[in-house]
């Protein structure tokens, strides 16, 4: 199997072969968890695989059907809500420790960070959905640039260990609300093994053709954890070797023998090209550097049949929303025409008239 193979698998397991008719909350069971710091990006990412569009995303967000929080790598996760409790259980501890050195620079040991869950449960409980800052006054922390990321680790951790998670939307502004409050616990719980199971096996079924490093880059969970956890799910992913190394995928990915030709665009830190430690099958050597930064920034990015062919930036107008692209090589510019028959899903995404550049 070819990188541009491995790739046109890729999309079908991303569910970017052809859009799908799944609500927002079911890409996001398919997924087990998307990257959602950028909070625009995050919302075409779930939209660029179904018929939503952007405010009804944003509806499962704010109606608690799809849950906003820090989960797995310490960055923002969009994550289904039935899921939320057993990826917390199962990777929540682990990135705690990641932000613990953090907390300490602050003087937040462990005493101190329960005393804020403990704050943060009474001012929230009934309800409540306040922003960080509002949330910080009742602390009676002092806004200021160097507390800043204090505040960051405070909520961090309260989200880790289960107490809360995005509230509703008050305008541009993002609240924080009680976990329980939004999503009631499960009556039965996993075991860490099963969790990771079921963490694994979802991986490879939603971004397969994948290797097992692959996949402890992406949950963050070492190598030595994961090689005796692949026997658990042998029975629901195929394995093939290609240049003698193992990549897992799905059992039924869709028809992987007839691939159609198509130009997508895709949003920024996109799952597509997140997922993975080694991003060749999408995109060329020489051309990584357009796409993403050494400190991990993503830029949303052009796909011709699952590889790399260009950036593009979005700009919201008040009648319409500007794109503009640039393209790695000249040639690439008569995809334009390509692009414009895709575009009518991103004018219905944003329900707005679309002009590109």
């Known amino acids: ?35 959602a710091q950028d909070y625009a990006m995050a919302k075409w990412a779930i939209g660029s695989r179904c018929h939503a569009t952007e405010k009804e995303i944003e509806e499962a967000v704010n109606s608690g059907k799809i849950i906003k929080t820090h989960i797995l790598r310490p960055t923002w996760h969009f ?3 039935d899921d939320i409790y057993w990826m917390l259980d199962l990777s929540g501890p682990l990135v705690q ?4 050195p953090a907390a300490e620079k602050y003087g937040l040991d462990q005493k101190k960070l329960d005393s804020y869950n403990s704050d943060l449960q009474k001012i929230l409980s009934g309800g409540n959905h306040l922003t960080r800052e509002e949330i910080m006054q009742e602390l009676h922390i002092k806004k200021t640039s160097s507390l800043d990321y204090m505040t960051a680790v ?39 093994e099963e969790g990771l199971a079921k963490l ?14 692959d996949f402890s880059k992406w949950s963050g969970f070492s190598i030595t954890i994961c090689k005796p956890v692949i026997n658990a799910i042998k ?23 007839n691939f159609k030709e198509k130009v997508h665009f895709i949003a920024g830190f996109d799952e597509f090209l997140i997922s993975y430690k080694s991003r ?14 050494k400190n991990g920034i993503f830029k949303p990015v052009i796909l011709e049949n699952g590889k790399v062919i260009g950036t593009w930036k979005r700009t919201i107008k008040k009648d319409h929303a500007k794109i503009e692209t640039q393209f790695f090589n ?28």
């Open 1 to 35: 199997m070819t990188h541009s193979e491995i790739a046109q698998h890729r999309l079908v397991s991303h569910k970017l072969d052809e859009v799908s008719h799944n609500s927002p909350q079911e890409i996001l069971r398919h997924f087990g968890a998307m990257q």
């Open 79 to 81: 994550v289904a809500a």
């Open 97 to 100: 420790k990641l932000i613990y």
């Open 154 to 192: 405070i909520m961090m951790n309260a989200e880790l260990a289960g107490l809360v998670c995005n509230g509703k939307m008050k305008g541009k502004q993002h609240t924080y609300a009680l976990l329980e409050e939004r999503v009631s616990k499960p009556k039965t719980t996993l075991t860490q």
């Open 200 to 213: 694994m096996q979802i991986y490879f079924e939603s971004r397969g053709p994948a290797t097992l490093s």
């Open 235 to 257: 029975l629901h992913v195929e394995c093939i070797t290609i240049d003698n190394q193992q990549y897992w995928l799905g059992k039924d990915t869709g028809n992987k023998n």
């Open 280 to 293: 060749e099958a999408s995109i060329l050597l020489e051309d990584q550097s357009k796409v993403f930064t």
């Open 330 to 357: 000249e040639t690439e510019t008569s995809k334009k025409a390509i692009l414009f028959k895709e575009i009518k899903r991103f004018e219905n995404y944003l329900e707005t008239k679309i002009v590109i550049e």
